[in-house]
């Protein structure tokens, strides 16, 4: 399959990643590596955000193994203004760290989450999630946590959301440890506080619903002390839900 073909195919679709993917699976079938390197690179240039998402998903497929396609996906693909390509370096990222493995990529996921440029950041946060679904983190909670939560504060409200809904996924399993987090947060700055809402934003409804069920309870003892049945019906929908 030519690279001609697959373009033409590609740029019929204005949304969506699969066929992205799965025209680069077909690139890369079908030429070297080095053929491959250098039809991403040219693509980096076409006007159409298609092709540059393509070219981001050969780059991140070959960067796996060829450290010219990670220097490439760092300082140009991030520097792109499309939102659509830069969501394409965030699963390319990923790609990356699933290759060489989670624990083997901290050091790679350390520095890029370190940079100066938000979308080389996000690509970290927005790519790795659900972070504790992926091996190493979920057994290591804290440490995504922590790698995630340095950006709490960011300029780029683009990055603060990513960083405040990647805490949010994590709060679903371990909201006692983001509680802990975001307990040492300064509020009363208002970049942290956007990303506190976020964050917590599974833990207020929890609560939220666990005061609202307790009033319910309160409300029977107080109109219907006899219907022992509903209460009891009650308090275990509550234990089963919240435990």
Not at 57 to 62: A, E, R, V
Not at 89 to 95: I, Q
Not at 118 to 123: F, K, M
Not at 214 to 237: D, E, M, P, S, T
């Amino acid at each position: 399959m030519s690279v001609e073909n697959v373009l033409s195919r590609i740029l019929e679709i204005e949304h969506g990643f699969q066929h992205i993917i799965d025209g680069t699976n077909e690139i890369l079938s079908s030429n070297s590596k080095e053929q491959c390197f250098k039809y991403a690179i040219t693509l980096l240039e076409h006007k159409a955000y298609q092709a540059r998402m393509l070219a981001t998903s050969i780059l991140g497929k070959l960067a796996t193994t060829d450290k010219k396609a990670l220097y490439f996906l760092k300082e140009q693909v991030s520097i792109d203004k499309n939102w659509r390509v830069q969501e394409m370096l965030a699963k390319a990222f990923d790609e990356i760290c699933k290759y060489k493995g989670y624990e083997s990529s901290l050091p790679l996921i350390e520095e890029w989450i370190n940079d100066n440029n938000p979308n080389v950041v996000r690509a970290v946060t927005e790519g790795l999630r659900i972070w504790t679904n992926r091996p190493f983190f979920k057994e290591n909670p804290l440490i995504a946590i922590a790698l995630i939560s340095k950006h709490k504060d960011d300029e780029s409200e683009y990055l603060r959301k990513s960083v405040g809904n990647a805490l949010k996924d994590i709060s679903k399993k371990y909201p006692d440890l983001i509680q802990q987090e975001v307990i040492q947060w300064d509020l009363s700055n208002p970049r942290i506080f956007f990303t506190y809402k976020l964050a917590t934003k599974n833990i207020e409804i929890k609560t939220a619903c666990i005061f609202l069920h307790l009033y319910f309870i309160q409300y029977i003892l107080y109109k219907v002390k006899k219907n022992r049945g509903a209460l009891l019906v009650h308090l275990c929908f509550i234990i089963f839900t919240y435990h």
